[in-house]
């Protein structure tokens, strides 16, 4: 089963109520925040209504919210090979 990962890249102030509206039936409440909806022509509707104020991709696993912040963890800098004997 297939899902689009919609991500509010701008925020909905200023919007009329039905923009936010639509917002709000998304699960998107913040901005930079995700959700995965499961591929349907309603949730394609509602996509195409707020398309100015989201980045849609379609994935094949849903993930949770461990796996989306483990995503982007940025990498260290460095690797430790081996301790030191003390």
């Known amino acids: 089963m297939t899902f689009f990962k919609i991500t509010l890249i701008r925020s909905a102030i200023g919007l009329p109520t039905k923009s936010q509206g639509v917002l709000r039936a998304l699960g998107l409440h913040k901005r930079m925040a995700t959700v995965f909806l499961p591929v349907s022509s309603d949730a394609a509707g509602q996509i195409m209504k707020v398309?100015?104020?989201?980045?849609?991709?379609?994935?094949?696993?849903?993930?949770?919210?461990?796996?989306?912040?483990?995503t982007?963890?940025?990498d260290p800098g460095y690797y430790i090979e081996r301790s030191v004997a003390r």
Request: charged share 50%.
């Open 51 to 70: 398309k100015e104020l989201i980045a849609v991709s379609e994935v094949e696993k849903a993930m949770t919210q461990e796996e989306l912040r483990e």
């Open 72 to 74: 982007r963890r940025p």
